[in-house]
């Protein structure tokens, strides 16, 4: 494991080191992101100090139950999953995923994941707030250590990696997602409709009423039952 006090971005560390041949299993933490990085150029916000920044290294194709390159998502789910997991043994907070993978108490963004990939490395960060939180969004609370939510996060990322199968099922338990009427955002296009499942590969099936749409790739706004 890589600690640091700063850094530009626990990702663009990792993938700098995947390129590099590094290990599967290596994690980089920081106590502060100076670059912290979200989903499609957006930026992920931490005061120093105050959450949980980490990624981590995984060669997920290789080994001896290897994963196919169109299940690749479920690695992502495994971490929000882990996440989730141990939001809920070190504070007792119950969070939902939301598709494709935040973590949401009620509807307040708990936590967020990003996976680049420098196959067959994949890096998967995850950023979930234990003592701040911006506006609108939730945490932990100041009382819980980060140490003890990131071992609780490695542990059951532990249980998880491998058990593909498995993780699926959890995948789609755990997705508030899923029988909610939602918003797509689409680069070129929004439309309404309700989620209906999530594919094998990890895409959203829309329901729009003439068809299922696949969502591939986007984002999803929750909208209050009608
Ligand atoms: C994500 O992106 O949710 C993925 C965030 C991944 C962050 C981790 S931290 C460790 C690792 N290293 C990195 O450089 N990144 C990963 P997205 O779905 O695009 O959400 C980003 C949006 O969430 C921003 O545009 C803000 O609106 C909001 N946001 C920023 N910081 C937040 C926070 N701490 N809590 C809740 N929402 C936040």
């Known amino acids: 494991m890589r600690r640091f006090e700063e850094v530009d971005s626990t990702n663009r560390w990792l993938l700098d080191e995947a390129r590099r041949g590094a290990p599967e299993g290596l994690v980089a933490v920081a106590d502060h992101q100076t670059a912290g990085r979200g989903r499609l150029g957006r ?46 043994s070190v504070a007792g907070v119950e ?3 939301k598709w494709p993978n935040d973590l949401l108490v009620g509807e ?4 967020g994941v990003l996976a680049e990939s420098a196959l067959p490395a994949v890096v998967v960060g995850i950023g979930l707030n234990v003592g701040w939180a911006p506006p609108g969004a939730a945490c932990l609370g100041a009382s819980f250590a980060r140490d003890d ?19 699926a099922v959890e995948h789609r338990r755990a997705c508030s997602t899923i029988g ?6 689409l680069a070129d296009e929004t439309f309404t409709g309700v989620a209906a499942d999530v594919t094998d590969e990890g895409h959203l099936l829309v329901d ?19």
């Open 149 to 167: 939510v990131l071992e609780a996060l490695l542990v059951a990322l532990g249980e998880r990696c491998g058990r593909w199968d498995e993780v």
């Open 43 to 88: 930026t992920w916000e931490a005061p120093p100090g105050a959450n949980l920044l980490m990624s981590v290294l995984l060669r997920p194709c290789e080994g001896p139950a290897p994963l196919a390159v169109d299940r690749l998502h479920l690695v992502t789910a495994a971490v929000a999953l882990a996440g989730r997991a141990a939001a809920r």
């Open 95 to 97: 969070a939902m995923l």
């Open 108 to 111: 307040a963004k708990l936590a």
């Open 180 to 185: 909610r009427s939602v918003r797509v955002e």
């Open 208 to 226: 729009v009423g003439v068809c299922l749409r696949t969502v591939a790739a986007g984002d999803v706004i929750h909208l209050r039952p009608t």
